[in-house]
């Protein structure tokens, strides 16, 4: 080292308090990691636009284990930036298709009726 033996004896313990504190903060950030897990679903969420959301919750309440396993997938290629952009309700019912999910969606028709929009039913059932 130096020629100095008290530099060098003072060197070597501040070097040993750097290790014990990076040893200190890596085991924290060890602790906190598991907790700080964003939920899959959630962070799936976030990158749905339209009816995206209501797609999600119907194939979540139709298929739950499959939608949980798809769901962690595509939140892991979102948080990558794998996916660019957001995902559309339409491209999501898509991608549960093709991988043999039949994700049932409530249909309503609505019809303008007197300058207001009513459902097909309620119009055809005035009609008679």
Do not use: C, N
């Not at 964003?38 to 999600?56: S, T």
């Not at 930036?81 to 991608?95: E, M, S, V």
């Amino acid at each position: 080292m130096s020629d100095d033996p008290e530099l060098d004896m003072i060197l070597a313990r501040k070097r040993r308090e750097l290790l014990a504190m990076a040893a200190r903060q890596g085991a924290g950030k060890a602790v906190e990691q598991p907790s700080t897990k964003k939920d899959p679903v959630e962070v799936l969420r976030a990158a749905l636009i339209d009816r995206g959301d209501e797609v999600l919750e119907a194939a979540l309440s139709q298929y739950p284990e499959e939608t949980r396993r798809i769901a962690e997938r595509l939140a892991e290629l979102v948080e990558r930036g794998a996916i660019a952009g957001k995902i559309t309700g339409r491209q999501l019912l898509w991608l549960f298709r093709q991988l043999g999910l039949d994700v049932r969606l409530e249909t309503k028709i609505y019809v303008e009726q007197d300058g207001r929009f009513v459902p097909l039913m309620d119009a055809m059932k005035r009609k008679d």
